[in-house]
């Protein structure tokens, strides 16, 4: 019996239901195409994790793990001095990248008082595309006065690249979510600005009920003609970051405030707003300077750990 549950999961697991989107913004979907090379759903093209966390005793634990490659992890790692119960964990991929035709889902869940920190390895490299295009969703979950921080690296689209990115959040009223997105336009070290087809990011704010409290969209579009460059879009820059910091632990004009102040200070443009509902706060910042983004997102973020946990943000070494 035992058996039979198990190949029933798989077989949810790999039925598109669950790793295609009920919807593809049509910016994206009118590449779609039977590619010449592994089309979707084959070995490779799916790629799953799914990581559940629990508090257990003094520190959180990862109690239930699965995965499909491309994506995978090694272990959840301690090394943060100021929060040893705080475990944090890099996503990884086997595949060099996204590909066409690839459908990547990942599963993140934090039970009632757990903590943890998700990020990636390295940068999400997106590869040039002939057919189709390629999916990537992100599904975290927080429960009762739960602190999650999902805070991956930069997605940098290559030439002729097609991607939807998908991140939806269900966080309980007491719990606490910080999330990240970066996109650099391109490989700037070869000279390549916007000459990938598509690029769209959704990031979606949910409560239990299924009440939708923030959603916000991202279009980047050069290859359907439109303009990314302009003053209401990119305006010249060539990195645009967000961080959404989701929390009860503060009031939401607090965390503006203090995301205001140390984002002042990096001589970036950017721009902070509260959350609907004042569930909290985030910003949107452009950038031309790769490093100079990415230390900024991580004053912010240091921030922001100051203000609702007491404790500044450890320092990840990843290179």
Same mark, same amino acid.
């Given at each position: 019996m035992g058996h039979q %549950?198990?190949? !029933? !999961?798989?077989? !949810?697991?790999?039925?598109?239901?669950?790793?295609?989107? &009920?919807? $593809?913004?049509?910016?994206?979907?009118?590449? &779609?195409?039977?590619?010449r090379t592994l089309p979707v759903g084959h070995p490779g093209k $799916?790629?799953?994790?799914?990581?559940?966390?629990?508090? *257990?005793?003094?520190? %959180?634990?990862?109690?239930?793990?699965y995965q499909k490659p491309p994506l995978q992890i090694m272990r959840p790692l301690y090394f943060d001095p100021h929060r040893p119960d705080m475990p944090i964990t890099f996503v990884m991929s086997t595949g060099g990248g996204i590909v066409q035709a690839d459908r990547l889902r990942l599963d993140v869940h934090f039970g009632p008082h757990s903590a943890g920190h998700i990020t990636t390895q390295a940068a999400t490299k997106v590869h040039g595309m002939d057919h189709d295009y390629a999916v990537q969703q992100v599904f975290v979950t927080a429960e009762e006065s739960a602190y #999650?921080? /999902?805070?991956?690296?930069? %997605?940098?689209?290559?030439?002729?690249?097609?991607? /939807?990115?998908?991140t939806v959040v269900n966080a309980h009223p007491s719990a606490t979510v910080l999330v990240s997105e970066c996109v650099m336009v391109g490989r700037l070290a070869r000279g390549?600005?916007?000459? /990938?087809? #598509? *690029? &769209?990011?959704?990031?979606e704010l949910s409560r239990p009920d299924g009440a939708l409290v923030a959603l916000d969209t991202v279009r980047l579009d050069p290859g359907g003609g439109s303009t990314v460059t302009g003053p209401a879009v990119l305006a010249g820059h060539d990195l645009m970051a967000s961080l959404f910091a989701v929390t009860p632990l503060a009031p939401a004009g607090e965390v503006a405030d203090v995301l205001h102040t140390v984002l002042a200070e990096s001589g970036l443009p950017y721009g902070v707003s509260v959350l609907p509902g004042d569930v909290g706060a985030w910003v949107r910042l452009l950038g031309s300077d790769p490093v100079?983004?990415?230390?900024?997102?991580?004053?912010?973020?240091? &921030?922001?750990?100051l203000l609702l946990t007491g404790h500044p943000a450890p320092h990840l070494r990843k290179s």
């Open positions: %549950t198990q190949a !029933a !999961a798989e077989a !949810a697991r790999l039925s598109p239901e669950h790793y295609e989107p &009920a919807r $593809v913004p049509h910016e994206v979907h009118r590449y &779609a195409g039977r590619p $799916v790629g799953l994790l799914e990581l559940t966390f629990a508090k *257990l005793g003094e520190r %959180t634990e990862l109690v239930r793990h #999650v921080e /999902y805070l991956p690296d930069m %997605t940098i689209p290559h030439p002729r690249s097609r991607l /939807y990115q998908r390549e600005r916007h000459q /990938y087809d #598509v *690029l &769209a990011a959704d990031f100079a983004v990415t230390v900024a997102l991580e004053h912010a973020w240091s &921030a922001l750990r």
